[in-house]
């Protein structure tokens, strides 16, 4: 029932495949950007250890010379799509220390996640650090907005970045909008790690930042660590009791998952295993700065909009 069910929502949403052109036309005056002529003033060998930063690069006009993960790019970025040219660095775990120091970069740009690194690669250019994950806390949105604007800043495309961010808020006002005319319901948003164990996104987060930005409410109030997530057994779902929330599952990557799911005896007893009262929506990661967070905001809106 629960796969009949997906599949049945994942065909009338239609999330990634049935946009009509207006929203298509949306989505790429928030996300296209020409690529302008190279300075001579900016780093032009750009390696990147994350892949925030890297889908950052690409409407300030640049494109990274490598990056780490790259063969897992259309598996959780997506989009915007990363040029064929780019050099893979290997696993963002362990890093190819051989590859980027053959890459000879004339900037790293990296997270407090390589903090451990930092002594060689200062050694081998200069270093660009982002700290929108960390410790400190706060609201991530924001975070990535200013994280936007500092990037843009070391290499020289500030006026870029302002278009995009400039873009990035008529789409997301869009999108409240669009969500304004509907009575959207309560959503808790899940990944599932087994059949017992979720991932619920909440307080700081980015999902839950961009719920916010568009009107929505997060049916899970509690604030869960500096990435925006708490790790429970599925059993706490039924701590919601509003009857309108729905449950969004972002598509898991072992897909073994949902049918463990379907006939766990716990998951059948939750009011969330009935019909229309959970999605499968497709994933967006959620570590990720403006960009994701853009496509969050359209899937979210999309599927809201149609089941609303």
Not at 119 to 136: G, H, I, N, Q, W
Not at 186 to 202: E, L, N, T
Not at 276 to 291: D, T
Request: hydrophobic letters at 45%.
């Amino acid at each position: 029932m629960l796969e009949r069910r997906s599949d049945s929502i994942r065909s009338k949403s239609a999330l990634e495949g049935a946009l009509t052109r207006r929203r298509l036309l949306a989505l790429s005056a928030a996300l296209a950007l020409p690529v302008p002529a190279a300075r001579a003033a900016s780093p032009q060998r750009i390696a990147c250890l994350d892949y925030g930063l890297a889908s950052t690069l690409l409407p300030l006009g640049l494109v990274p010379d490598s990056v780490t993960s790259l063969a897992d790019w259309n598996r959780w970025v997506i989009e915007p799509a990363m040029p064929k040219e780019v050099i893979d660095l290997g696993s963002s775990w362990e890093i190819n220390m051989e590859a980027l120091v053959a890459r000879k970069p004339d900037l790293i740009l990296t997270t407090v996640y390589n903090d451990a690194l930092l002594p060689r690669l200062e050694k081998l250019a200069p270093v660009f650090r982002a700290t929108v994950y960390s410790d400190e806390g706060g609201d991530i949105l924001p975070k990535a907005y200013a994280t936007t604007r500092a990037l843009a800043a070391r290499v020289e495309r500030q006026a870029e970045a302002e278009a995009f961010l400039t873009r990035a808020d008529a789409f997301f006002d869009a999108c409240r909008e669009r969500l304004a005319r509907r009575r959207a319901p309560p959503v808790a948003m899940v990944s599932f790690m087994d059949a017992r164990h979720m991932r619920i996104y909440c307080a700081p987060g980015l999902y839950h930042n961009v719920l916010m930005r568009l009107g929505l409410e997060n049916a899970w109030k509690a604030t869960g660590n500096f990435w925006g997530f708490e790790t429970l057994g599925i059993e706490n779902l039924a701590k919601i009791r509003n009857p309108d929330t729905r449950l969004l599952i972002f598509y898991p990557p072992d897909p073994d998952i949902m049918p463990k799911l379907s006939a766990s005896p716990l998951w059948q007893a939750l009011p969330f295993s009935q019909p229309g009262r959970f999605a499968i929506l497709p994933g967006a990661l959620m570590f990720g700065l403006v960009n994701e967070a853009l496509r969050f905001a359209r899937i979210i809106t999309d599927y809201l909009e149609q089941t609303a």
